[in-house]
């Protein structure tokens, strides 16, 4: 067998390492790196299941014009020449790029040297707009410097752990684990502020039910009350002394605990970001740790986590609109030593457009050239119908993509085909300012190229081929960290320089390294408390809902990748509209029904999920479906584009909604081999299981059967009375192609067993058209663990012979023993049938 290979994982910003072992064309194993300072050999299941996203199914191969494969040179001449054609007509701020925390670092800098240095425009945006844009705003406000200053080492090390607007179970899951560990071996108190009661907020020791963007108004309180108690100085202002807007006991609970305890680490993500108050909220978490001095010490600090696997090298080399490159902004000194080392004549001169406002440029046409790499704005920008508009009527949209077909690269003019996770080689830096190699582990497949060479080759053609002759990745990463020496000149803590002449050799090679250590603001004078108050909100009297979206915890964004892994879908197959049981019963909705929402930018389908873990008056949905994975599920055309005023961040969190139950004539739904996209239904949804695709289905009228179901044998029962009908389809080998379970009025069978029977032959039609097995197998109910297959039925049997802690149970069934991300949901489990739900705050 191949040696294992250290790399890192694709996904989230924990960065954790990964060992990879290649065990055929396109098939590794994978496991954590014991030796990974992010992780230690831990992994999350999105992490562990990487292997089942490796394969070549839906991947972009050829560069693409139109719908004609093309080749490279003919594709980048094509590219070069519309990108030369509109600067010379329209000026270099007709161009602009889109770019993304999952480019790598030697990508990412290619693509902001392209367009700040040399195109001379400063209109490149990156979907870190809409993650960490209020945190870098806030950092830039308090530190002069966009420095995260703390490291994971101190979670290990603080007794308090607020997490903000953060399900870190799901989205940080290693993280999470670290912070477990630290409450096992040290009694760490975890605190969650959270408007959902999340998984995360159910294994908390305190969960602070706070109001929609209610934050700042609470962070401002406790700094009162700890100046109160003697614990904070004496600063000031309007807006300070505010009312907490939780329920008094909570406010006392969580003061004392923040009272008691000096090590504390304040763990802020989204739910702080994406808000119109958004780099508010950002300094009144700083405030707190600044003035109570609980930063750049053992176990203390603020501490923004990164979403993307390269939020963080992105930041760094200046991938925002508003700063330049390497920490620097764009006044006349940092301008000329940045054009000094590009040896550019061409420099942009100020700011260029954020993302919000980038798209409005190109929808009113104002810029005609959008290259958009590694991020999927159609489904992923808030008012996405108006960015798809945008999309739509741009003269020249290139899309840089692994996915042939995303919603995206539907409207693009050229598609060009990136080396995608496992094939890509180069660095990343994680939440801990950590960089870390990604090694490929395959060959390139079809003519699939590296992001930061096809940008180089574009760069060539347009004349600035001296600028950009690297011959690898080591030569963008060695020019890069040369540059990150201006950033001191100019007081900076980002300083990479150590590594600007590592050998090829050495690169290959390289270990994780931080920057700036475990405490890079330690000693450095400045920092400056922030006043900040609370906003305050108007309520639309149409709208009287609040919408929330967010994550699930094995899915990741719009899809492309975690949804074509059989065993990721199982945790959640289909966007749940979450309301609390009171409001779904004002608005006439049911669990398990269908619900619509509206809001004033448009409307989207979900099925209804009542749940205790709502506040009354908010409803939540993902962000995860696309176009491609569902026919009304789709979250941003619900979100408005409100920005905070600052960072230019859209505020996803709460936006104004109301809801409707949807009454289909007819449900039903589909197991097929072929990835089905249905045409004319109130409602659909598909997810992946083994050797195909599960589809849920609601129409009104009639069912049309034949524009459902592929060529084949048909068999069929059907019952008049109930409108029941099951066809199974079979192929010529007599093996199930495709199965459809209708209802008019009635229940529709259980999926599971149904969805494992794609494929086979032997007794399984008949099994299928009576929609169970002729021995029945044990019903395992909804699966928890992923990695093991355990369902409900099992854990609860362990529990009722006796396992009553996670540790127990995962002894008797194995579940929660691999990656652990399931752990917090058995908690769950075991709480609701050994003690009441965890004491909630409100
Ligand atoms: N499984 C999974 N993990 C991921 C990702 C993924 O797609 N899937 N994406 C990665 C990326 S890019 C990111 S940015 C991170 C995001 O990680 P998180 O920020 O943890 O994820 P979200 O679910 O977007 O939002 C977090 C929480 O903010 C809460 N919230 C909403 N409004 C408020 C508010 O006003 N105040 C407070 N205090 N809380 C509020 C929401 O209820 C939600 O539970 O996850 C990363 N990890
Ligand atoms: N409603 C709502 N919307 C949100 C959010 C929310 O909480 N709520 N969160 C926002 C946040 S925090 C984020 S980060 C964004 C994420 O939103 P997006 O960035 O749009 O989401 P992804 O699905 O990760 O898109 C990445 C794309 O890059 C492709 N890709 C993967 N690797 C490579 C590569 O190496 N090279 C190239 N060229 N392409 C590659 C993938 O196939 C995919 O099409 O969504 C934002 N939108
Ligand atoms: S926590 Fe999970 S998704 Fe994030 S880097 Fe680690 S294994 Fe990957
Ligand atoms: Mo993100």
Redesign the pocket.
């Known amino acids: 067998m191949a040696a294992a290979v250290r790399t890192t994982c694709a996904?989230?910003?924990v960065g954790c390492g990964i060992r990879a072992t290649v065990t055929g064309p396109r098939a590794v194993t994978i496991a954590g790196d014991p030796e990974h300072p992010a992780n230690f050999g831990r992994l999350c299941s999105?992490g562990t299941h990487l292997g089942e996203t490796v394969g070549l199914e839906g991947r972009l191969l050829s560069p693409m014009i139109g719908e004609q494969p093309a080749g490279w040179d003919e594709a980048l001449n094509l590219v070069a020449g519309k990108m030369r054609d509109c600067i010379a007509q329209h000026g270099p701020d007709s161009v602009a790029f889109y770019v993304s925390?999952q480019l790598l670092t030697e990508d990412y800098y290619a693509a902001n040297k392209l367009l700040k240095g040399f195109v001379g425009t400063a209109n490149i945006d990156t979907n870190s707009r809409l993650?960490?844009a209020s945190a870098v705003a806030a950092h830039n406000r308090t530190f002069g410097e966009d420095v995260v200053p703390c490291s994971y080492s101190d979670l290990e090390e603080a007794d308090l752990v607020l997490l903000?607007?953060?399900?870190?179970a799901?989205?940080?899951?290693v993280i999470w684990q670290g912070i477990e560990k630290a409450r096992e071996t040290r009694g760490t108190k975890i605190v969650v502020?959270?408007?959902?009661r999340?998984e995360?907020a159910e294994q908390a020791d305190l969960h602070v039910q706070?109001?929609?963007?209610?934050?700042v108004a609470l962070f401002n309180a406790l700094l009162r009350e700890m100046q109160r108690r003697g614990l904070a100085g004496e600063a000031a202002w309007d807006g300070l002394d505010c009312d907490p807007g939780v329920a008094a006991d909570a406010f006392a609970r969580l003061a004392d605990m923040v009272a008691a305890h000096p090590r504390m680490v304040t763990l802020f993500?989204?739910?702080?970001n994406?808000?119109v108050g958004g780099t508010d909220?950002g300094n009144a978490i700083v405030n707190l740790h600044l003035a109570t001095g609980r930063i750049s010490t053992p176990g203390a600090g603020p501490f923004s986590?990164?979403?993307?696997p390269n939020?963080m090298g992105g930041r760094e080399v200046g991938g925002l609109a508003n700063t330049l490159a390497c920490h620097l902004g764009f006044s006349d000194a940092e301008r000329a030593d940045v054009a000094s080392f590009w040896q550019t004549d061409r420099l942009c001169g100020g700011p260029g457009l954020k993302a919000v406002d980038l798209f409005r440029a190109v929808h009113d046409g104002r810029v005609k050239f959008l290259w958009v790499m590694a991020t999927n704005p159609a489904v992923s920008m808030p008012d996405a119908g108006f960015v798809r508009e945008a999309l739509a009527r741009c003269e020249t949209l290139v899309v840089s993509d692994v996915i042939a077909d995303t919603d995206t690269a539907r409207l693009a003019h050229v598609r060009l085909p990136a080396l995608a996770w496992g094939e890509k080689d180069g660095t990343v830096t994680n939440s801990e300012r950590r960089i870390s190699r990604q090694r490929a582990l395959f060959t390139a497949p079809g003519e699939a190229r590296a992001d930061w060479a096809i940008v180089a080759d574009v760069a060539q053609r347009l004349g600035h081929g001296d600028a950009f002759a690297w011959h690898n990745a080591a030569a963008v990463f060695r020019e890069y960290a040369a540059m990150t020496g201006l950033a001191p000149r100019h007081g900076k803590v980002l300083d990479l320089t150590a590594l600007a002449d590592v050998s090829d050799a050495e690169y290959e090679a390289l270990d994780p390294v931080q920057w700036g250590g475990r405490h890079p603001l330690a000693g450095r004078a400045g920092a400056k408390l922030v006043p900040v108050a609370p906003t305050v909100r108007t309520v639309d009297p149409a709208f009287p809902l609040r919408l929330?979206?967010?994550?699930?915890?094995?899915?990741?964004?719009t899809m492309t990748r975690t949804g074509l892994s059989p065993r990721l879908s199982q945790h959640r197959r289909e966007p749940l509209l979450e309301i609390h049981p009171r409001d779904a019963a004002q608005a006439g909705l049911v669990d398990g029904g269908l619900g619509r929402v509206f809001t004033p930018h448009g409307a989207a389908t979900f099925r209804v999920a009542v749940s205790e873990g709502q506040r009354r008056g908010e409803i939540?949905v993902p962000?995860?479906w696309t176009d491609a994975m569902a026919g009304e599920g789709r979250s941003n055309r619900l979100v408005a584009p409100n920005v905070d005023p600052v960072s230019g961040q859209p505020a996803?969190?709460?936006g104004a909604a109301r809801v409707e139950p949807v009454l289909p004539d007819w449900r039903a739904f589909l197991i097929c081999e072929d990835a089905p996209a249905p045409q004319g239904l109130l409602w659909w949804t598909r997810s992946r299981v083994e050797g195909g695709w599960l589809s849920e289905l609601a129409g009104e009228g009639m069912v049309d059967v034949d524009a459902l179901l592929p060529e084949g044998r048909r068999l069929e029962v059907a019952d008049a009375g109930r409108g029941m009908r099951r066809i199974v389809v079979l192929g010529e080998d007599n093996a199930v192609r495709a199965a459809l379970y209708v209802t008019r009025s009635g229940q529709l069978p259980a999926r599971d067993w149904i969805a494992g029977q794609l494929g086979l032959g032997g007794a399984a039609p008949q099994e299928l058209l009576a929609a169970r097995p002729a021995t029945p197998a044990p019903d395992r109910g909804p699966i928890v663990c992923v990695c093991h297959g355990v369902g409900t039925k099992a854990i609860l049997a362990a529990a009722g012979a006796g396992a009553c802690s996670v540790a127990a149970v995962g002894a008797a069934t194995a579940a929660g023993t691999n990656c652990g991300s399931c752990r917090p949901a058995i908690a769950r489990l075991l709480a609701d049938i050994v003690q009441p739900a965890t004491e909630v705050a409100a």
């Open positions: 996904y989230c910003g999105k925390g993650c960490m903000v607007g953060s399900n870190t799901w989205c940080h899951p502020i959270d408007p959902r999340t995360t706070v109001a929609p963007d209610g934050d993500s989204m739910g702080a994406q808000s909220k986590m990164t979403g993307q939020a929330n979206t967010g994550r699930y915890r094995d899915q990741w964004h939540f962000m995860h996803f969190k709460n």
